[in-house]
Nanobody, 128 residues
């Protein structure tokens, strides 16, 4: 079992930055794949970013991003604190959504239904 708790959301103006955190308990994060998803009102939950477990590349982990956030968002993990982060820069009004942290034991996928564990979400609102 993995328990995930997100934090760091808030209300910001367009162009600002936020860093979301996801603290995990119950299982070490180094052995699972972690992802961030978001869901706007009336929309389906969509993939934002993911990071593989430790050891999948020369640099330790492999990262993946949705085209809409590539170059603006960065996912990272701090295994010593069992925490994964989503650094969000140059925020746009269309980034407004509830952001969810998720974990799975398996390969890369952008499908939310393929993730095994979810946090409760944190709201990000970007005003124009």
């Amino acid at each position: 079992q993995v328990q995930l708790v997100e934090s760091g959301g808030g209300l910001v103006q367009a162009g600002a930055s936020l860093r979301l955190s996801c603290a995990a308990s119950g299982r070490t994060l180094s052995s699972v794949r972690l992802g961030w998803f978001r869901q706007a009102p009336g929309e389906e939950r969509e993939f934002v970013a993911a990071i593989s477990r430790i050891g999948t590349s020369y640099f330790g982990s492999t990262t993946y991003y949705a085209d809409s956030v590539k170059g603006r968002f960065t996912i990272s993990r701090e295994n010593g604190k069992n925490t994964v982060y989503l650094q969000m820069n140059s925020l746009k009004p269309e980034d407004t959504a509830a952001y969810y942290c998720a974990a799975r034991i398996g390969g890369h996928t952008t499908e939310p239904g393929e993730y095994d564990y979810w946090g409760q979400g944190t709201q990000v609102t970007v005003s124009s």
